[in-house]
C-alpha cells in the first residue's frame, strides 16, 4: 500500500519560514515526479511546485516563485518544500503527490497526479 504523509505544517507569523516534508513509503519514488498542492477554504486544490524524479530540474507556480524550494532525498524517500517569506495568503492544506508519467514537461494538473497524501495545514499570521 502506497502511503505518503506529510509533516511541518503549522501557525507561523508573516515573513516566517516553514519546512514541509512528506515521506512516501510502499513505494520507490526514485522514478517519479513529485509536487506539492495546496487548498484553501472554499477554494481549488492549485499546484504550487514539482521536481523531476532526478531533483535536477523544479517547477514554481507564480504565486511563490523565489520563496519556496522544492527537493527530494529519493534514498530517504522524502520530498521537501522549504517555505520562506510566508504570506497570509499561503494558508492552506499543503499535499504532496506523485506522478509517475517519466516524459514530457512537469505536471501541474492535480488531475495528473496518481498518489496523494492527507495533507498538513499552513497558517501564517498577519
Known amino acids: 500500500q502506497v502511503q505518503l504523509v506529510e509533516s511541518g505544517g503549522g501557525l507561523v507569523q508573516a515573513g516566517g519560514s516553514l519546512r514541509l516534508s512528506c515521506v512516501v513509503s510502499g513505494r520507490t519514488i526514485r522514478n517519479d515526479r513529485m509536487g506539492w498542492f495546496r487548498q484553501a477554504p472554499g477554494r481549488e486544490r492549485e499546484f504550487v511546485a514539482a521536481?523531476?524524479?532526478?531533483?535536477?530540474?523544479?517547477y514554481y507556480s507564480d504565486s511563490v516563485r523565489g520563496r519556496f524550494t522544492i527537493s527530494r532525498d529519493n534514498a530517504k524517500g522524502t520530498i521537501y518544500l522549504q517555505m520562506n517569506n510566508l504570506k497570509s495568503e499561503d494558508t492552506a492544506v499543503y499535499y504532496c503527490?506523485?506522478?509517475?508519467?517519466?516524459?514530457?514537461?512537469?505536471?501541474?494538473?492535480?488531475?495528473?497526479?496518481?498518489?496523494w497524501g492527507q495533507g498538513t495545514q499552513v497558517t501564517v499570521s498577519s
Open positions: 503527490a506523485a506522478n509517475t508519467s517519466t516524459l514530457g514537461r512537469l505536471r501541474v494538473s492535480a488531475g495528473e497526479y496518481s498518489y
Open positions: 521536481i523531476t524524479a532526478s531533483g535536477t530540474t523544479t
